[in-house]
């Protein structure tokens, strides 16, 4: 079962998150075991279904993606009582805004959680300059330095920003999309406290291990 409540990232679980330092605060309600597939648990499923392609849209199997992100929201809305306190950033996707592929998914969980509970603050600030393949479709994943270079910061959407920003994502992998995120923000907002939180996060294979 997918956890209805926050856990922290802790020491044990930095070590599959290697980008990750002692003082990042970071936050997930499951664990996607990699290379399992879609039923090996129901966090494998809601993330399978979350990331569906956009090329999709007009299949039959797109109204999963569309459940996913709604019951995502739904858990948001009844696991963080203090929603009001955080301004909640999500991590642009890997294809920019202009590409056939762009997919809002993460903007769609945030508008249909602020729709619950109608109190909520987030604010697309952070994008990308240009598209890059998924982190998940290629051999050598980008540095934190490599993925902030591609940042760009709507700094008109800094104004009035809560003391408390949750950058928001649906996988911790690396680590690495958190950590340029965290550098990028604190550059124009250096007196928030920065925070992760994640869906789920990717733990390995126990047949990886041996």
Not at 1 to 10: I, K, P
Not at 115 to 132: A, F, K, M, N, P
Not at 134 to 153: F, K, M
Request: charged share 25%; glycine share 4%; net charge neutral.
């Amino acid at each position: 079962m997918m956890n209805s409540r926050l856990t922290m990232v802790d020491g044990l679980d930095r070590q599959d998150h290697f980008f990750l330092n002692e003082e990042d605060v970071c936050y997930y309600y499951g664990e996607y075991t990699a290379r399992k597939g879609f039923g090996y648990s129901e966090t494998n499923q809601t993330i399978s279904n979350l990331k569906k392609s956009v090329a999709k849209k007009s299949e039959y199997e797109y109204k999963y993606k569309e459940q996913a992100i709604i019951k995502i929201a739904k858990l948001l809305a009844s696991s963080i009582k203090n929603g009001n306190e955080f301004t909640f950033v999500p991590v642009p996707p890997s294809k920019a805004r202009d590409h056939d592929l762009y997919d809002d998914r993460l903007c769609q969980i945030l508008k249909h959680y602020d729709y619950l509970t109608g109190s909520i603050d987030w604010r697309e600030i952070v994008c990308q300059q240009t598209s890059l393949v998924a982190s998940h479709e290629r051999q050598d994943r980008p540095t934190p330095e490599q993925l902030a270079n591609n940042y760009v910061v709507d700094q008109e959407k800094l104004a009035g920003v809560k003391n408390n920003i949750l950058i928001f994502d649906d996988m911790l992998t690396t680590g690495s999309h958190y950590k340029a995120m965290q550098s990028t923000l604190s550059k124009f907002a250096p007196h928030t406290k920065i925070m992760g939180l994640f869906i789920a996060r990717r733990v390995p294979n126990a047949d990886d291990l041996f």
